[in-house]
C-alpha cells in the first residue's frame, strides 16, 4: 500500500505541477480580461461536468475490489451510465444555452457542449486501474494525457493568441482520450447486464454523486458570484488566488484512493487503524507545506503569475487555510462501508452556510466573501462528517484521532519558524529567498520530527528513499 501511494502521490503531483504551468504560461501569454474569459469557459465545464458525471467514473474503485469475478459487468455498467448522462448534459447545455450566455462575456456553447459529451464518456479508465491496484497505469495515463494536453494548449495559445482556438484544442484532447480508452477497454465490456450489481452500484453512486454535485455547487459558488457580478477581470484574479486548494487534493486523494480498497476489505478495527495512519501521514506531508506557502504567498502569486495578479494574494493565503482541513478525511470510514448519504446531508449543510454567510458578507467584503463563507462550510461539514463517525463506529472524541501524533507535527512545524523570521530580516532577491529559507524549513522539520518517533513517517520516508534509491 505505501509503494502504490508513494507512485499515486508522484503521479498526481506531476499532474498537478503540469496543470498549474498551463496557467503560468496563460497569463504570460494574454491579458487579464482574455484569461478571465478563458476562466470562464473552465469554470463552467467543470461545475457542469462533475455535476453530470455524479462520481460514477469512481465506483469501478469499491466494486472491482469487493467482486473481483465482475470486472466486465462493472465496467460495462460504468461506461451506460457514463454515455446516458454525457446525452443528457449535453442536450441539458443546448437547452439552456439562453441562461448561461446571459451570465458569461461571449459564446462558448458549442465547444461546452462537446466538451461535456466527450470529458464524461469513458471517464473510468483511472479508477478501473485503481480497483485493480495498478497504480503504476494511472501514472502513464494520466501523466502523459496531463503532458500532452499542456503542450498542446500552450504551442495553440502561442501561436495564436485566441481563446477560441484553446477552447477548441481542450475539446480534441478529449476526444483523443475517449479513443485510447476505447480501445484500451475493447476487452473489458460485454453485451450482458446483471441488474443485481448495476442496482447496487446505482446505490452506491447516488448519495456519493448527489454530494459530489453538491461540493462542487458549493467549490464553485464563489466563481460564479465574482464572474456573474464582477466580470472575467475579477474572475481572472480570483481563479488565481484559489489555485493552490488542489495541492492538498493531489496528496489526500492520492493517500485515500490506494487505501480505500484495502479498508473495504477489513474488519471494523483495521479499517479504523489505516484510517488514522492515513491521517498522521497526510498532516506529515501537508502542515509543514501550509507555513511555507502562507509565509511566502506574495512571492509564489508574483513569481508564478505575474505582477498584475497581486491583489490574488489575500485570496490565496485565505484559502491556504483549507489545507490544514482538509487532511482530515472524516468521510472515508463512512465512504467504506457504503453509508455515503451522509454526505449528501453534509454536502447540504455545507451549502447552507456558503451560500448564507456569502449573502451576508458580500457587501462588506467584496472578493473575500466567498472564500470565508467556503471556509466556514468546509470545517461545519468535516465536523459533522465527524459526528457521525464516532456515532456509527463508537469512537470518543479522545479516539478520533491518534491526538499525540498530532500535536508532535504541529509542533516540529513550529521548531522551524524561527528560520522563516530569520529570513524575513534579510535583504535578498524574494525568489532565491523562498527557495533557500523554505528548504532551511523543511530540512529542519524533518530533522525534528524523524526523532519523534513517528511509525507512519518514518515508513513513509524509508519508502521515499528507497524509490530514490532505485532512481
Known sequence: MAKRTLILVICRIMNFGVVIL?????????????????????LYYFLLSVILIFSIQTNPIYFISRYPGKERQTVTHTALMLL??????????????????????????LPLILFIFFNINLEYYESYCLGRKRADHVLYFSATRAIVRMIAVIIVAWITRNIMAVIWTI??????????????????????????????????????????????????????????????NMLAIYSIGNYQVPIIQVVRSSIMDVLFPEMTQSDEHDRIVLWKKATIAL??????????????????????????????????????????????????????????????????????????????????????????????????????????????????????????????IIASCAAGLPVLFAGSMIQMNPVIKAVVFSAIYLGVYLLVITRSGIDEVNMMLSKFRKQFKRR
Open 22 to 42: 498551463s496557467p503560468i504560461f496563460m497569463v504570460r501569454l494574454f491579458d487579464v480580461t482574455s484569461y478571465g474569459q478563458y476562466r470562464e469557459f473552465v
Open 84 to 109: 446516458a448522462v454525457s446525452l443528457i448534459g449535453s442536450a441539458a447545455v443546448y437547452l439552456g444555452k439562453g441562461l448561461i450566455l446571459s451570465r458569461t462575456s461571449y459564446d462558448f456553447i
Open 171 to 232: 475539446v480534441f484532447m478529449e476526444i483523443i482520450k475517449c479513443m485510447f480508452v476505447l480501445f484500451a477497454s475493447r476487452k473489458l465490456f460485454t453485451r450482458r447486464i446483471e441488474l443485481p450489481l448495476f442496482k447496487e452500484q446505482l446505490r452506491y453512486i447516488v448519495p456519493m454523486g448527489s454530494a459530489a454535485a453538491i461540493e462542487r455547487t458549493n467549490t464553485d459558488m464563489a466563481k460564479l458570484v465574482v464572474s456573474s457580478t464582477m466580470g472575467a
Open 283 to 408: 498532516c506529515f506531508l501537508v502542515f509543514p507545506l501550509f507555513v511555507v506557502f502562507s509565509w511566502f504567498a506574495k512571492t509564489v502569486i508574483v513569481t508564478l503569475f505575474t505582477e498584475q495578479y497581486v491583489s490574488a494574494v489575500p485570496i490565496f493565503q485565505i484559502y491556504l487555510t483549507l489545507m490544514l482541513i482538509q487532511c482530515f478525511d472524516m468521510g472515508i470510514p463512512l465512504r467504506a462501508i457504503n453509508k455515503t448519504i451522509y454526505f449528501v446531508t453534509g454536502n447540504i449543510v455545507l451549502l447552507v452556510v456558503n451560500l448564507a454567510l456569502i449573502a451576508v458578507l458580500f457587501r462588506l467584503m467584496g472578493i473575500y466573501a466567498p472564500p470565508i463563507a467556503f471556509i466556514t462550510g468546509t470545517l461545519v461539514y468535516t465536523m459533522f462528517l465527524a459526528w457521525k463517525t464516532m456515532s456509527i463506529y463508537g469512537l470518543p472524541l479522545p479516539q478520533l484521532v491518534v491526538w499525540k501524533k498530532l500535536l508532535i
